[in-house]
């Protein structure tokens, strides 16, 4: 006799455990099932805030007290998994003064950072520490001997990796600010530096000697190896990486040194400013640390530094600019584990990225991606060579530098010393059988030249240029001395892209702009009377700090910055007929633009102000980013210009038809 099955039971066997938080998010329309299950892998397997990855998949934004409800529900389950006490930064007070003298005397901070651990208190002779991972066996056993040499014992504790960051944070913050307190006209020799300046035997003459012609670069490079200067370099490496910043700028001026981050394509202060008399030995840690010459002041310098952090390879760029005042230097920070190499995850408008992904499927001829420095150019041609990245496929690079490692690929670093520049390499590659080439950028005909010849026999040519918007990099080529016929028939389409701050989902506020402002932009009140626009809540370091003091609670999302990430913004030209036509007959790029719009080109404009509707951005940043390179401030001064689509002569604007080829008229 067979037993008949018990309905829905396959169901039920198949269907994956969703916590009850998860069926919350479900049932509110926050994300579907697989989502969830995608959001959680995701967030395990990177560590990045659950929030982060949420508006990633879903592209919704995710409320403060649903990420407090995961949190708490995350906290219970590593309880029950690991068998200890869990850690809450929210919920428990933290002793920041007794955290970094623990973390001072009882494990560095480079151990912290290897193993995601942080000493949070002293009880009598046991250390409490929390742990991302308790039972990573390598952490306990150098924790244990560690502390066993000091007399104590260990407790373990688990914490979330988005609290161990906090932790760590506030450390460096520490740090930093008992650096910065130190008077400038302090004697390093004689002063109390038991905070940070342990030993520094660095002297005000320092600087004369640095300055000197012949100097000796013993005492520079002593200096440069001592310990303080050391954790100070660190922990300015540190703070960058684990505020996710781009670029690191420490500058040189009349009376101290000023250290800078850019971060989400925004220059801040990093630090207080540093006294005058340390920055000979902390620009020469760095020189070394590049593998640069000390003794070299009067030239720029490029040179690299490479670090392992939370077993990820992270690789410093590192540039010397001799100033009035010393060698500035600006490190550019290559950390491929938080690339997203993807155009699904890069571009929003679904239209602009099914166009995009048909142009790079085609078999040969040129593509260009558009945009100023740090707009995230190399992001998506690279997100473009990892869709066509086949066993079938072969694919060459020549770039300045290489910025990622991609499986499959063939790259080359330019080196201009030893004449191996994008020409010859690409010259170079035609005779290597290749399916697919990028050039980094295409800065000089012999470059342009190349390219158009590879694109027109037979090959994917993928390269960048420096321009406003998609149409400019016609005229750009075109300025270079690429003749038209040539750039007509090869060129498939253009890219221009930005990149905007991303509004932070946390601390944001609706708010409802005046008329006058919408019009600025080309909204109408009437079209967008149910829209909910936000505004960032960004306070600066000097607020920062002053609620710090007082115990007032800042955004733990963004930080109190108002913003968190960015989000790219493009603006595609696909090369039709019309616009062949026109490149062949050297039309203006106000022309061009025009065509291309009518062809359904969406500005950049454009795009940035749907993301403005979807609640991802602000028109604050779409003004700082966009508006510079719209027209639309010309336009709305009444400074339209009326071109004849045939012979291109400036017409008047009553006039109906061009009086020299009796073609109806056309405004741009």
Same mark, same amino acid.
């Given at each position: 006799?067979?037993?008949?099955?018990?309905?829905?039971?396959?169901?039920?066997?198949?269907?994956?455990?969703?916590?009850?938080?998860?069926?919350?998010?479900?049932?509110?329309?926050?994300?579907?099932?697989?989502?969830?299950?995608?959001?959680?892998?995701?967030?395990?397997?990177?560590?990045?805030?659950?929030?982060?990855?949420?508006?990633?998949?879903?592209?919704?934004?995710?409320?403060?007290?649903?990420?407090?409800?995961?949190?708490?529900?995350?906290?219970?389950?590593?309880?029950?998994?690991?068998?200890?006490?869990?850690?809450?930064?929210?919920?428990?007070?933290?002793?920041?003064?007794?955290?970094?003298?623990?973390?001072?005397?009882?494990?560095?901070?480079?151990?912290?950072?290897?193993?995601?651990?942080?000493?949070?208190?002293?009880?009598?002779?046991?250390?409490?520490?929390?742990?991302?991972?308790?039972?990573?066996?390598?952490?306990?056993?150098?924790?244990?001997?560690?502390?066993?040499?000091?007399?104590?014992?260990?407790?373990?504790?688990?914490?979330?990796?988005?609290?161990?960051?906090?932790?760590?944070?506030?450390?460096?913050?520490?740090?930093?600010?008992?650096?910065?307190?130190?008077?400038?006209?302090?004697?390093?020799?004689?002063?109390?530096?038991?905070?940070?300046?342990?030993?520094?035997?660095?002297?005000?003459?320092?600087?004369?000697?640095?300055?000197?012609?012949?100097?000796?670069?013993?005492?520079?490079?002593?200096?440069?190896?001592?310990?303080?200067?050391?954790?100070?370099?660190?922990?300015?490496?540190?703070?960058?990486?684990?505020?996710?910043?781009?670029?690191?700028?420490?500058?040189?001026?009349?009376?101290?040194?000023?250290?800078?981050?850019?971060?989400?394509?925004?220059?801040?202060?990093?630090?207080?400013?540093?006294?005058?008399?340390?920055?000979?030995?902390? %620009?020469? #840690?760095? !020189?070394? @640390?590049?593998?640069?010459? =000390?003794?070299?002041?009067?030239?720029? $310098? &490029?040179?690299? /530094?490479?670090?392992?952090?939370?077993?990820?390879?992270?690789?410093?760029?590192?540039?010397?600019?001799?100033?009035?005042?010393?060698?500035?230097?600006?490190?550019?920070?290559?950390?491929?584990?938080?690339?997203?190499?993807?155009?699904?995850?890069?571009?929003?408008?679904?239209?602009?990225?099914?166009?995009?992904?048909?142009?790079?499927?085609?078999?040969?001829?040129?593509?260009?991606?558009?945009?100023?420095?740090?707009?995230?150019?190399?992001?998506?041609?690279?997100?473009?060579?990892?869709?066509?990245?086949?066993?079938?496929?072969?694919?060459?690079?020549?770039?300045?530098?290489?910025?990622?490692?991609?499986?499959?690929?063939?790259?080359?670093? %330019?080196? #201009?010393? !030893?004449? @191996?520049?994008?020409?010859? =390499?690409?010259?170079?590659?035609?005779? $290597? &059988?290749?399916? /697919?080439?990028?050039?980094?950028?295409?800065?000089?005909?012999?470059?342009?030249?190349?390219?158009?010849?590879?694109?027109?026999?037979?090959?994917?040519?993928?390269?960048?240029?420096?321009?406003?918007?998609?149409?400019?990099?016609?005229?750009?080529?075109?300025?270079?001395?690429?003749?038209?016929?040539?750039?007509?028939?090869?060129?498939?389409?253009?890219?221009?892209?930005?990149?905007?701050?991303?509004?932070?989902?946390?601390?944001?506020?609706?708010?409802?702009?005046?008329?006058?402002?919408?019009?600025?932009?080309?909204?109408?009140?009437?079209?967008?009377?149910?829209?909910?626009?936000?505004?960032?809540?960004?306070?600066?370091?000097?607020?920062?700090?002053?609620?710090?003091?007082?115990?007032?609670?800042?955004?733990?999302?963004?930080?109190?910055?108002?913003?968190?990430?960015? /989000?790219?913004?493009?603006?595609?030209?696909?090369?039709?007929?019309?616009?062949?036509?026109?490149?062949?007959?050297?039309?203006?790029?106000?022309?061009?633009?025009?065509?291309?719009?009518?062809?359904?080109?969406?500005?950049?404009?454009?795009?940035?102000?749907?993301?403005?509707?979807?609640?991802?951005?602000?028109?604050?940043?779409?003004?700082?980013?966009?508006?510079?390179?719209?027209?639309?401030?010309?336009?709305?001064?009444?400074?339209?210009?009326?071109?004849?689509?045939?012979?291109?002569?400036?017409?008047?604007?009553?006039?109906?038809?061009?009086?020299?080829?009796?073609?109806?008229?056309?405004?741009?």
């Amino acid at each position: 006799m067979s037993l008949s099955p018990i309905p829905g039971r396959r169901a039920l066997q198949t269907r994956k455990a969703v916590s009850p938080l998860g069926e919350k998010m479900i049932k509110l329309g926050l994300l579907s099932e697989d989502q969830y299950h995608t959001a959680i892998k995701e967030q395990r397997r990177t560590k990045r805030a659950l929030g982060d990855v949420l508006q990633d998949i879903t592209g919704k934004q995710v409320s403060p007290e649903l990420l407090q409800e995961f949190k708490i529900q995350q906290l219970f389950e590593l309880k029950i998994l690991y068998g200890v006490q869990s850690f809450d930064v929210d919920r428990e007070v933290l002793d920041k003064d007794q955290v970094v003298k623990l973390v001072d005397g009882l494990m560095p901070l480079e151990v912290c950072t290897r193993y995601q651990v942080v000493p949070v208190r002293q009880v009598d002779n046991t250390a409490v520490v929390a742990m991302v991972d308790p039972e990573d066996l390598q952490a306990l056993d150098d924790i244990s001997r560690r502390l066993r040499a000091k007399g104590l014992t260990l407790q373990r504790i688990v914490i979330t990796p988005e609290d161990y960051q906090r932790v760590i944070s506030n450390y460096l913050d520490t740090q930093a600010s008992e650096l910065a307190s130190l008077s400038p006209e302090e004697d390093t020799g004689t002063a109390d530096m038991d905070k940070l300046y342990d030993s520094l035997d660095v002297g005000d003459d320092l600087q004369e000697v640095a300055d000197e012609e012949g100097a000796d670069l013993g005492q520079l490079s002593r200096a440069a190896e001592d310990a303080p200067i050391i954790k100070l370099s660190n922990t300015i490496l540190l703070k960058a990486i684990d505020q996710g910043v781009s670029d690191i700028h420490i500058e040189p001026q009349e009376d101290t040194m000023r250290i800078r981050f850019r971060r989400d394509g925004v220059l801040q202060e990093a630090f207080d400013p540093l006294p005058k008399r340390i920055i000979p030995a902390l %620009v020469s #840690r760095f !020189k070394i @640390m590049s593998e640069l010459d =000390i003794a070299e002041r009067r030239q720029p $310098q &490029d040179g690299r /530094i490479r670090r392992n952090y939370k077993g990820r390879s992270i690789d410093f760029r590192v540039s010397t600019l001799p100033s009035r005042f010393g060698e500035k230097i600006v490190l550019r920070i290559l950390d491929n584990s938080n690339t997203k190499l993807g155009l699904d995850q890069l571009i929003t408008d679904q239209a602009t990225l099914d166009s995009f992904r048909e142009m790079i499927a085609k078999p040969y001829g040129m593509i260009l991606v558009t945009g100023p420095t740090g707009s995230g150019k190399t992001t998506s041609l690279y997100s473009a060579l990892a869709e066509r990245n086949t066993p079938d496929v072969n694919i060459t690079t020549a770039e300045d530098p290489v910025e990622y490692t991609l499986p499959g690929i063939t790259q080359v670093q %330019v080196i #201009r010393e !030893k004449g @191996m520049d994008f020409a010859r =390499i690409l010259r170079a590659f035609l005779r $290597q &059988d290749p399916d /697919i080439m990028l050039v980094g950028e295409t800065r000089d005909l012999e470059t342009a030249k190349t390219a158009v010849e590879a694109a027109l026999t037979g090959h994917l040519v993928l390269t960048t240029l420096h321009t406003n918007d998609a149409p400019g990099a016609i005229a750009r080529l075109a300025e270079m001395g690429v003749e038209p016929f040539m750039l007509s028939s090869s060129l498939i389409g253009i890219l221009a892209q930005r990149l905007l701050r991303k509004v932070c989902s946390g601390c944001r506020m609706p708010y409802t702009p005046s008329e006058e402002r919408l019009h600025a932009f080309g909204l109408l009140t009437s079209r967008v009377s149910s829209i909910t626009f936000y505004r960032a809540q960004s306070l600066s370091n000097q607020e920062i700090d002053e609620c710090k003091r007082t115990g007032q609670s800042v955004c733990s999302t963004c930080n109190g910055a108002g913003y968190k990430g960015r /989000i790219g913004v493009y603006e595609l030209l696909r090369l039709s007929d019309k616009l062949r036509d026109l490149i062949n007959r050297e039309a203006p790029t106000d022309m061009l633009r025009e065509v291309a719009i009518e062809e359904g080109m969406k500005t950049l404009l454009t795009y940035s102000l749907q993301l403005v509707i979807e609640g991802r951005t602000t028109l604050e940043e779409v003004e700082r980013v966009t508006l510079s390179d719209s027209g639309l401030e010309a336009a709305q001064k009444g400074n339209t210009t009326l071109v004849c689509r045939t012979c291109f002569a400036s017409l008047h604007p009553e006039w109906l038809d061009c009086p020299y080829c009796t073609t109806p008229r056309i405004a741009t």
